[in-house]
Nanobody, 122 residues
Framework: QVQLVESGGGLVQAGGSLRLSCAVT????????MGWFRQAPGKEREYVAA????????YYADSVKGRFTISRDIAKMTALLQMDSLKPEDTAVYYC???????????????WGQGTQVTVSS
């Protein structure tokens, strides 16, 4: 079974940066796209960004556009989320997930990582 392992979360001050990593533990996996989502306490899971494994096409939610950068390293089977100019409202548990097509709806994604906490202090 495919496993996704996130890392890179932590505590940072507003305006700072963090880089999240999502490693796919098997070379064959069920999905052409890797998405990042986040969920804050008491809120619904929210789409953040996505990247296609083949062409490297990238997609962003309006709330993070210009601040976050998603990329993938095919050789390492890893997706990265570079987060700059972080704001307190970016505080959430961040998850990576795979899907066959590009979706913003988290229910369309099939395999999920365990999540990594990102906390941005004001």
């Amino acid at each position: 079974q495919v496993q996704l392992v996130e890392s890179g979360g932590g505590l940072v001050q507003a305006g700072g940066s963090l880089r999240l990593s999502c490693a796919v533990t098997r070379r064959t996996f069920r999905g052409n796209y890797m998405g990042w989502f986040r969920q804050a306490p008491g809120k619904e899971r929210e789409y953040v960004a996505a990247v296609s494994w083949s062409g490297g096409d990238t997609y962003y939610a309006d709330s993070v556009k210009g601040r976050f950068t998603i990329s993938r390293d095919i050789a390492k089977m890893t997706a990265l989320l570079q987060m700059d100019s972080l704001k307190p409202e970016d505080t959430a548990v961040y998850y990576c997930a795979t899907a066959w097509e590009f979706y913003r709806d988290y229910v369309k994604y099939n395999f999920w990582g365990q999540g990594t906490q990102v906390t941005v202090s004001s």
